[in-house]
């Protein structure tokens, strides 16, 4: 069992950078593949970032590369996400998710942390 636990959100300025972050508890949290996704109002949730459990292997979405850094520490069981030079359309609820089979999906996810607040504006 792994519980997830999201923060960082909050309002931000185009432009501008925020880190959100996602404490994990359960003794398996090294086992777990991590990642990002995110919903905005009246969209399907959608992949953003995925780490592999050694942090060897990350993968992103299209629409953040070169702006969103995904990142985790095992040691704090916590995984991050850095993002910068932020737009209005990347405002939307962000959810950490953990699953144990590679190349994580919205299918994939065994856990969802309950979601925080990204709101950019412009």
């Known amino acids: 069992q792994v519980q997830l636990v999201e923060s960082g959100g909050g309002l931000v300025q185009a432009g501008g950078s925020l880190r959100l972050s996602c404490a994990a508890s359960?003794?398996?949290?090294?086992?777990?593949?991590l990642g990002w996704f995110r919903q905005a109002p009246d969209k399907e949730r959608e992949f953003i970032a995925a780490?592999?459990?050694?942090?060897?292997?990350?993968n992103y979405a299209d629409s953040v590369k070169g702006r969103f850094t995904i990142s985790r520490d095992n040691a704090k069981n916590t995984v991050y996400l850095q993002m910068n030079s932020l737009k209005p359309e990347d405002t939307a609820v962000y959810y950490c998710?953990?699953?144990?089979?590679?190349?994580?999906?919205?299918?994939?996810?065994?856990?969802w942390g309950q979601g925080t607040q990204v709101t950019v504006s412009s």
């Open positions: 998710a953990a699953g144990i089979a590679p190349g994580l999906t919205r299918d994939k996810a065994n856990y």
């Open positions: 359960g003794r398996t949290f090294n086992n777990y593949n």
């Open positions: 780490i592999g459990w050694n942090g060897a292997t990350t």
